[in-house]
């Protein structure tokens, strides 16, 4: 089974509606984190969570929420989708030592008509 | 504040070396990582140098001069499956959490 999971895997909406994109890990970390990648823009993070308690809002944080519900889930929702949310979101998971060295979900594809 | 910089394309052939060169600007620098994202998939860590030197892994090896702010990813005998976006991320501030730069697009052509 995959360490770090995401689901769903692709998603069509419309405008306005709310959508909540979900992660789950069995690595044990205790870091987590919500990306968005976009053609030619790289990642970008949304959001990113040290543990349980600790909750950071990312670079491009607005339009979007998270809820970190335990040590090894944390959801991402986006409370009324507009179309340049339109994009691929990765989560990832790290470990603190030293290197935060992340690893990721396969990514959720997300369409906001 | 903390910036990257890397090439967004480059081009080789089969069984070429390739060079992808990262720059950066930061305070409270930890290390320098490289991930591969091939199209449509998620990124996967390559390596990671804290100190000055050549790491090697196989095919790929990764450098770092602290003293430059420069780093690079070294391939070595391109294989077709090597094509993927190579990231470069910066370990970095007191929570020593990744910085990001946009990515270089790698195409290994015939």
């Known amino acids: 089974d995959a360490d770090v999971t995401q689901t769903p895997r692709n998603r069509i909406t419309k405008t306005g509606k709310r959508i909540m994109l979900e992660c789950s890990q069995t690595k044990g970390h205790d870091r987590m984190y919500w990306y968005r990648q976009d053609p030619g823009l790289g990642l970008r993070l949304i959001y990113y969570s040290f543990d349980v308690k600790d909750i950071n809002k990312g670079e491009i944080s607005d339009g979007y929420s998270v809820s970190r519900q335990a040590q090894a889930k944390f959801s991402l929702s986006l409370e009324s989708a507009i179309p340049n949310q339109t994009a691929l979101y990765f989560c990832a998971t790290s470990e603190f030592r030293g290197t935060d060295t992340q690893y990721f979900g396969p990514g959720t594809r997300l369409t906001v008509l | 504040g903390q910036s990257l910089e890397q090439p967004s394309e480059v081009t080789a052939v089969e069984g070429a070396i390739v060079q992808i060169n990262c720059t950066y600007q930061?305070?409270?620098?930890?290390?320098l990582s490289w991930y591969q994202q091939h199209d449509g998939g998620a990124p996967t860590f390559l390596s990671y140098n804290a100190l000055d030197g050549l790491e090697e892994t196989g095919r790929f090896s990764s450098f770092l001069s602290r003293s430059d702010s420069y780093g690079y990813l070294l391939l070595q005998e391109l294989q077709m499956k090597d094509s993927a976006s190579y990231f470069c991320?910066?370990?970095?501030?007191?929570?020593?959490?990744?910085?990001w730069g946009l990515g270089t697009s790698l195409a290994v052509n015939p």
């Open positions: 930061t305070s409270g620098f930890y290390g």
């Open positions: 991320a910066i370990n970095a501030g007191n929570n020593r959490k990744l910085i």
